[in-house]
């Protein structure tokens, strides 16, 4: 595993516990929010003070906009929730004229999770970044693991060569530390967290929902519109940690883990198994404080630890 | 603070800020075959709420007191995951407290109906956009037009109207007589109330937008809340009638405060999707196609 650089507080001489750096994404701590589970942060911004996060991933981000799917987009399961959206969102030039300004503002480092339908797009997309002011983009997260659009999702990341030749294409196009999010929906998810190592990705973050369905016994019809949808919530934690646990063990690049993370010892479990950061989701549906929660549960729990450093807890449940 | 206006006249709904509160419960009580009455002391929330907007509704109660350490998986709160958004039926705000009125259609209602006074609910709220200020125009004939779970919404909104001025007639709907979840409410809220049943087995014999046909004069106001298909022909009765109509839309949702775009509700002029609700539930009739897509 890379050994991250100092933690921003270093240079102030404080002894940050819980600071991080991920692939080159300096962040006061390791718990981020995950992509579509907190918008552009202005919803959020409403309860608590976003700089408490360690870092915000945006809202699946098009080159132009997209619409998304018909409902209904939601569906509850045991534990979890089944989800097609179809990454609505209005656009990259949305988000650098509207969004980022704002955001900026509110101290958390900013990561952009990026989609496309085709290479040039993704590339496209990282590209535009390129036009934020300096330090705006914290990185970008390569979505190519979402389960609900025919283009642009699974078809990138359920196959080894397309999941590497975006990557590489996404990295010639943008400077920013680059960070690709896998599917769970492989057979091998360490053979590709490999794959787009090698094609220059800075870090990886997993997992993106487990392809699901439910029926609607009544109408005896499905119940989502896009008739599938992906699963996520603590139903799918298990599964997560474990794929977490595979990659932090097969690749050198940084993990983000994300799955089902409701509280800090969840939090924890990903650090224990190699994660260098998570990311909190659809808890936040639940709870819209729960990142903050998560945070400061991981933070005691650190301390009872005894450990002086998130850092020390990376992997460190690993024989 | 005042949403703001979209084409079509100035937007009178009304948003306000969204906490959380562990709401207690002081009565439940069940109303009919499939239905419960539930009030709530929320004295953070009822201040802050208007008529039309909701709240997200943890169904188990917060359990206090249970040994364990600080941030362990909470397996219990995980089930079910997700809070039910449930409209405001009565409010008080004086008095810090509200009511709801919700038929139990599924898991979660169903525990949601074994609360019992004393216990505590992990409110959020209130969420989204309300009914229109009714003040400013007192001689104008507003309709409340509620068809089921439609109807709960409509009881705070008749005693806002009257507080403003107006004298709001309800029409309300249901399949018979033991559906009309909420009427009662709505009449002592100050509402006269002309029920409408399907088998005729209390009120009028038909369907509540047959009454409103006969009722609906041009420059009416309607506020309506109920299932897509009453909603649709609410939406069409007001347009050729060139009354003023706001829906209460209700969708599927998970977050219920934004961000998860689940509770989308199509834009009348194809343009996209809106958010059930942060951009509603109350929409004004024109912006939004309210038939759920396919069911
Ligand atoms: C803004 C808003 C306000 C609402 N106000 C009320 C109210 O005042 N009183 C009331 O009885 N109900 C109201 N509802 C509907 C209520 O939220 C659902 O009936 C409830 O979530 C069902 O939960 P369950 O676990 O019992 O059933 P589930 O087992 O989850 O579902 C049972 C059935 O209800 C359907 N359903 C699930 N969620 C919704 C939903 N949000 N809207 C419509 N149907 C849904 C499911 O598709 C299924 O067919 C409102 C919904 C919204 C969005
Ligand atoms: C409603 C919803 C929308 C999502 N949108 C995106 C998205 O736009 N881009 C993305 O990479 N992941 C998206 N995800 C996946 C989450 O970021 C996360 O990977 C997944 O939900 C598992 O984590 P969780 O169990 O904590 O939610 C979405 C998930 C949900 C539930």
Known sequence: ?319 | MEAPGPAGGPDRRRRSPWVREEALVLAQDQGGPDWFRLLLRAPRIAPLAWPGQFLQVAVRPVATGLPGPAGAPDLAGSDPLLPRPLSICTLDPEGGSLSVVYRVAGRGTALLASARPGERLALLGPLGLSFPDPGGAASRPLHLVGGGLGIPPLACAAAWARAGGRRPQALLGARGAAGLAGAAEVAACGAPVQAVTEDGSAGVRGLVTDVLRERLAPGDEVWSCGPPAMLAAVQRLCAAQGAEAWLCVERAMACGFGVCLGCAVARSDGGGFLRACVDGPVFRAGDVDVAEPRR
């Open chain 1, 1 to 319: 595993m890379r050994i991250m650089d100092g933690p921003p507080g270093a240079r102030t001489g404080a002894a940050p516990l819980l600071a991080v750096d991920v692939a080159g994404i300096r962040c006061a701590n390791p718990v981020w929010a995950a992509s579509g589970c907190a918008g552009y942060g202005r919803e959020l911004a409403a309860a608590w003070p976003l700089s408490a996060l360690g870092a915000l991933c945006v809202k699946g981000t098009s080159l132009e906009p997209w619409r998304g799917n018909p409902g209904p987009r939601v569906a509850e399961t045991a534990c979890g929730m089944l989800n097609a959206i179809g990454l609505q969102n209005p656009g990259v030039d949305h988000l650098l004229t509207r969004d980022l300004p704002w955001l900026v503002r509110q101290g958390t480092a900013v990561v952009v999770n990026i989609v496309g339908r085709t290479i040039e797009e993704y590339a496209a997309v990282a590209r535009r970044l390129g036009d934020a002011p300096a330090g705006a983009v914290a990185g970008v997260e390569l979505n190519i693991s979402c389960p609900n659009v025919r283009e642009g999702g699974l078809q990138f990341g359920a196959d080894l060569g397309a999941a590497a030749e975006v990557t590489a294409a996404v990295r010639e196009a943008t400077s920013l530390p680059l960070l690709v999010k896998l599917s769970p929906n492989v057979t091998d998810v360490a053979a590709f967290a490999a794959a787009v190592e090698r094609a220059g990705a800075d870090g990886v973050s997993l997992i993106n929902t487990l392809l699901g369905m439910r029926i609607d016994v009544a109408a005896r019809r499905p119940i989502l519109a896009n008739l599938t949808g992906g699963l996520s919530g603590p139903a799918c934690k298990p599964v997560a940690l474990r794929m977490v646990w595979e990659v932090a063990g097969s690749v050198s690049i940084p993990v983000v883990g994300i799955g089902g993370i409701a509280t800090g010892l969840d939090a924890a479990e990903f650090l224990l198994a190699g994660a260098s950061a998570v990311q909190v989701g659809t808890a936040i549906f639940r709870d819209p404080w729960a990142p903050v929660r998560v945070r400061d549960e991981l933070e005691a729990w650190l301390r009872a630890q005894g450990m002086a450093s998130a850092r020390e807890a990376v992997g460190a449940g690993r024989p």
